[in-house]
């Protein structure tokens, strides 16, 4: 099966500082990517996605950057806050239907923010 | 609040048992995904409904079964259960075909 792989598995940031996840993918019809916030007891929540279209997008203090020929892109946190504390997860998604790896999570990043 | 509910929040059951877990998307989403969830494997995409109709299939066991109402709610049927199905189940509705998924609380299943 196709791969979303996520690194790294654990993240520690000071408050303020910017918190870097990477994800690289496998297969070339994938053209949606989302990052998902997930808090402990909570369902994911969808924080910002892309298109292979552009490189970069923006949304507060939020940024996916998106490198199609790498097959990889990341999120950025800037000025990290306590409140960032969860889990993140990269996902690829492709609009073909009947595809076993229509859908791919990655394993998730467990981001901690000292205050 | 994702707008998506799941019933129950909690479910303990046998080994050999058969649960069906329930999800109602948020209004006007037409595509219902379900999801598994464990520590080993992360989350897992199982299959998608779109208006109805199986859309897409991803990691479901032969054992589970998944169906979308007319109303547009959905049920995860999930039979002869074993340890290893005990996990948290999400359900995500979206508009269309995958894009901007929202996520419900999770139904957690623990088989004894």
Known sequence: QQQVKQSPQSLIVQKGGISIINCAYENTAFDYFPWYQQFPGKG????????????EK???????????????????IMDSQPGDSATYFCAAMSPL???????????????HILP | DSGVTQTPKHLITATGQRVTLRCSPRSGDLSVYWYQQSLDQGLQFLIQYYNGEER????????????????????LNLSSLE???????????????YYEQYFGPGTRLTVT
């Open chain 1, 44 to 55: 994911p929540a969808l924080l910002i996605a892309i298109r292979p279209d552009v490189s």
């Open chain 2, 83 to 97: 340890l290893g199905d005990s996990a948290l189940y999400f359900c995500a509705s979206s508009r269309g075909n």
């Open chain 1, 97 to 111: 239907m009947n595809r076993d790896d229509k859908i791919i999570f990655g394993k998730g990043t467990r981001l």
């Open chain 2, 56 to 75: 897409a299939k991803g990691n479901i066991l032969e054992r589970f079964s998944a169906q979308q109402f007319p109303d547009l709610h959905s049920e």
């Open chain 1, 58 to 76: 923006k949304e507060g203090r939020f940024t996916i950057s998106f490198n199609k020929s790498a097959k990889q892109f990341s999120l950025h």
